[in-house]
């Protein structure tokens, strides 16, 4: 066991964590007097991924492919392998990850705890839907092989559920066939927030991936204004499947305050939108450049400064989308607040296997926001007041301050997955909401 400074991506809270470092699939938990808690690659933004006063399982040491059959898909892997790991593996030979969010840096048991979704959902659901089966370690030696089938109760459990369960081993995915490791894509730019649901209402049977990007910092007519970017992957071209790395630069240092403020942030959502001269632009991109533009930019949370920064990312019921996102952009701007970094996406009607699945039929709407403390404290607690409202939910895999009266309004399977939670795991998260 060794002590370190664990944060999560949104670098809030800072924790100085117990860690105990996992390199052996096959081995037992270690003897603990404290809680524990697995550990992936901290992608999550809030402290889902954190256990003050208890233990991390560093899980990136289970780093092993253990079977791929190229020939139906099915992988077998570790569940400390990254997602870029398994698309350097699987990507040459014709297969691709049927879901996957918005950074590749994330483990593969950190997706299914979080049930991580995509610029897909609305065609392939979440993450949780394309798992077979996995390993579940319990803090009593128990090992219970999770499927549909076999041992459903703890399978639906584990998927969206937070790490709580147990430790997940190894997992097998089914993975999906493409022709070409390039994307077709198209950029339109909108001027007004209902122009985004046109846009989306027409796209999404044509196209696998839809996203948008909005200038909260717009208001008037203007309100909700962005740019829509749709596309699929290509037929076979020569060399598609030889794959190309991605450019990345580094911010080698976190700056002494958030650079992101009221002034930049104007900025830089005006010259943002205006990027493109035309109001439509297609281009044939590389998947890593389409499916995970920020990855291109290592460490970009530093841009925040020392306090960090929130992300606050809800769904809200398709037929109160637009206004329940009209409210919410009215009540950022009223509070002097904004991002350079406001993601809209619709939501399809697949259903997640997982207990407590974030992703759901809706519209979904992700916010980043400097840590002001209470001010910012503040302000999503507004936001909470219109999802609320609305009868959406706020995903726990991005929250650092939702109360325990809002996750069980959220979340109304809580005390069906509160009988599958391992006794000896916790969080930050879970400690905090049950109260």
């Known amino acids: ?36 808690l697995p550990y992936g690659n901290g992608r999550s933004y809030g402290d889902s991924c954190l256990n003050p006063g208890g233990a991390l399982l560093d899980v990136r040491g289970l780093d092993r492919f253990i079977t791929f059959d190229e020939t139906s898909g099915k992988l077998r892997c570790e569940s400390g392998v990254l997602l870029s790991e398994l698309h350097e593996l699987a990507v040459p030979r014709g297969w691709f990850l049927p879901v996957t969010p918005g950074t590749q840096f994330v483990t593969v048991g950190g997706a299914i705890a979080n049930d991580v979704h995509g610029k897909n959902h609305h065609r392939a659901g979440t993450f949780g839907c394309h798992v077979l089966c996995f390993e579940l370690l319990r803090s009593d030696g128990s090992r219970r092989i999770c499927s549909t089938e076999e041992n459903s109760e703890w399978f639906a459990a584990t998927i969206g559920g937070l790490g709580l369960t147990g430790l997940i081993t190894w997992a097998e995915l089914q993975l999906r066939r493409v022709d070409s490791i390039y994307i077709s894509a198209e950029t339109i730019r909108f001027g007004a927030l209902p122009e985004f649901f046109e846009l ?3 796209s999404d049977t044509q196209y696998e991936y839809t996203v948008a990007w909005l200038d909260c910092s717009a208001s008037g007519r203007s309100q909700g204004r962005g740019l829509f970017t749709r596309g699929n992957h290509l037929a076979a071209t020569d060399g598609a499947r030889k794959t190309v790395p991605q450019r990345s630069v580094s911010l080698p240092l976190t700056p002494r305050f958030s650079v992101v403020n009221g002034p930049s942030l104007r900025l830089f959502n005006a010259l943002y939108y205006h990027k493109q001269l035309s109001s ?5 991109q590389h998947y ?3 499916l995970y533009p920020l990855d291109g930019f290592l460490h970009w949370n530093r841009l925040y400064g020392p306090d960090g920064f929130f992300q606050y990312q809800c769904v809200v019921p398709q037929e109160s989308g637009c206004s329940a996102v009209r409210e919410m952009l009215g009540y950022i701007a009223r509070s002097d607040a904004g991002s350079f970094l ?7 009607r697949k259903i997640s296997p997982g207990l407590l699945s974030f992703a759901r039929e809706g519209v979904t709407f992700a916010v980043d926001f400097p840590n002001r403390g209470e001010r910012t404290l503040l ?3 507004g936001l909470d007041s ?5 009868g959406g939910a706020v995903y726990p895999a991005k929250d650092a301050r939702m109360t325990g009266d809002r996750f069980r309004h ?11 939670v391992d006794p000896l795991f916790s969080s930050g998260f879970w400690r905090r909401v049950m109260q």
């Open 386 to 390: 219109i999802v609320s409202e609305a």
């Open 342 to 348: 406001t993601v809209l996406k619709v939501f399809g």
């Open 1 to 36: 066991m060794t002590h370190g400074e664990y944060h999560s991506w949104g670098r809030y809270p800072r924790v100085s964590q117990k860690v105990y470092r996992l390199n052996n699939r096959h081995a037992p938990l270690p003897a603990s007097d404290t809680t524990l």
């Open 288 to 290: 890593a450049s389409f």
């Open 200 to 202: 989306s209402g027409g």
């Open 280 to 284: 439509c632009r297609r281009t044939v």
């Open 379 to 381: 302000l999503m607690s």
């Open 410 to 420: 959220y979340f109304p399977q809580w005390k069906q997955f509160e009988t599958n």
